[in-house]
């Protein structure tokens, strides 16, 4: 397994780009994946650069380096790609290029969002529901032709855990890789988070990671790893010993499906009130409970 982090810990707690990559510096990790909670793409574009400029180097300085950019949870809430109106889909192409300029800027080679939210009438719309994932599958293909000529390597969609959302199980994760397979100018991957894939409420008996990984391994990006009990989308630490992701079955899921080359970043995404102290102790505890399965520490 490769270790990495997802910054979400950090959000409103280590903002400035020095003090950010000296807590980082503290983990002891060499893959980071920036959230844009910290940078929003709207921003006027020369300074929005120059402030992705100062984490970029910020980062280096300390040795460091984000591998990808993460749509974070700011642009989650939004409707984005799965949008009630046409208007709206729209402004998320607009929202999702600059995105991908702020990836760049950030030294990031790869881009991974969540495609955004349907209302409940069209979710349970077979009709307006297929019209939309068509759609999305068009806009896709141009957000990689657009990703393409800026340099970028991948693009990484990730499934959630909400009917209301798609790819949201393996077989619409399946579909909609096949859907894109060899029509894009630079891949577009599954991204896919352990706690997503083992939420039972939705998936019942296909809240199984061996499933997910083995159905959708020729299409398979990075992954990210949280602590999670199964019935919520919990993104705890691995100091809760209510969950249900251990060292044990980590090794077993990765070896059995042979996706031990994964990236997978720590996502843990504790409540705002929660102490810096606490955030960070999660933090440490988790990345030393995962140590001894991890290769690159």
Known sequence: MILGVNLSFAVKRWQEPKELASVCSELKVNHFQLNFDFIDPWWPEDTRNKICHDYRDAFEE????????????????????????????????????RSIDATVELGGTA????????????????????????????RLIDLAAYGKRKGLQDIEVEATPLFTEFPN?????LRMMKDLNGKTDIPVLLFVDWGHALFKPLLKDKADLKIWLTTLKPYLGNMHLQQTDGMLDRHWDFRHTEGIVTRE?????????????????????????TTDDDVLEGMKYSIEYLKPIADNL
């Open 111 to 138: 881009y991974g969002l969540a495609l955004g939210g349907m209302t409940h009438k069209d979710a349970y719309d077979p009709e307006k529901r297929e019209l939309i994932y068509q759609e999305t599958i068009e």
């Open 249 to 273: 079955m980590i090794q077993d899921v990765l070896s059995s499906t042979g996706t031990e080359d994964k990236i997978l970043y720590l996502e843990f995404s504790p409540a705002f009130e």
């Open 62 to 97: 300390k040795g460091l380096c984000f591998d990808s950019v993460f749509g974070g949870m700011a642009d989650y809430t939004f409707p984005q790609f799965l949008g009630y109106s046409k208007t709206i889909r729209d402004i998320s192409s607009t929202f999702r290029k």
């Open 169 to 173: 199980d393996p077989d619409s994760s």
